[in-house]
T-cell receptor, first 111, second 114 residues
Framework: GENVEQHPSTLSVQEGDSAVIKCTYS??????FPWYKQELGKGPQLIID?????GEKKDQRIAVTLNKTAKHFSLHITETQPEDSAVYFC??????????FGKGTMLLVSP | EAGVAQSPRYKIIEKRQSVAFWCNPI?????LYWYQQILGQGPKLLIQ????????DSQLPKDRFSAERLKGVDSTLKIQPAKLEDSAVYLC????????????FGNGTRLTVT
């Protein structure tokens, strides 16, 4: 089955800096890669996703890049703000298979 | 649109007791999932329903866990008997379609087994 590795496990940045979280996946047939943000006491919330026919996708301060050859994808957050502090999860799936999640990255943005 | 509703929010039980969780997905979402999230880890799929049929329950510990979605809408997840290692947050999610579709999660039920 699919295996998703995520790093770093924790990331501390100053407000205004950029943050990058990286994930690798094992199943070369995976074609859907979402990122979720989870705040304390809440369920994960989708923030951006990318499909395998696209190399990069942006939504305001958030961008995701995908390298199918290397089987890795990354989340980039620019101009970080304290409200970006949360746990971020990457995930991967293919076709009808269910999502496999990484172990998460705790992002702390200090004012 | 209303989100995925789950209850209860918290539950504390002793080992060997039973417990049940309830989920109401977003209206019109045919696919429903139950995930287990142990502290410090990512969600792990327990079971996936398409309408009222089971699509994937390969990671459900069937000797103690059971789930149903009788009318293709609400779902319940039961644990009987509970073990200490079942302490986790149980997340319900739904999606519009089965294939590579965004999941919408509820806020989960935090279970503590003592």
């Amino acid at each position: 089955g699919e295996n998703v590795e995520q790093h770093p496990s924790t990331l501390s940045v100053q407000e205004g800096d950029s943050a990058v979280i990286k994930c690798t996946y094992s199943d070369s047939a995976s074609n859907y890669f979402p990122w979720y943000k989870q705040e304390l006491g809440k369920g994960p919330q989708l923030i951006i996703d990318i499909r395998s026919n696209v190399g990069e996708k942006k939504d305001q301060r958030i961008a995701v890049t995908l390298n199918k050859t290397a089987k890795h994808f990354s989340l980039h957050i620019t101009e970080t703000q304290p409200e970006d502090s949360a746990v971020y999860f990457c995930a991967a799936s293919r076709g009808y298979s269910t999502l496999t999640f990484g172990k998460g990255t705790m992002l702390l943005v200090s004012p | 649109e209303a989100g995925v509703a789950q209850s209860p929010r918290y539950k504390i039980i002793e080992k060997r007791q039973s417990v049940a969780f309830w989920c109401n997905p977003i209206s019109g979402h045919a696919t429903l999932y139950w995930y287990q999230q142990i502290l410090g880890q990512g969600p792990k799929l327990l079971i996936q329903f398409q309408n009222n049929g089971v699509v994937d329950d390969s990671q459900l510990p069937k000797d103690r866990f059971s789930a149903e979605r009788l009318k293709g809408v609400d779902s319940t997840l039961k644990i009987q008997p509970a073990k200490l290692e079942d302490s986790a947050v149980y997340l319900c999610a739904s999606s519009l379609v089965q294939t590579n579709s965004p999941l919408h999660f509820g806020n989960g039920t935090r279970l503590t087994v003592t």
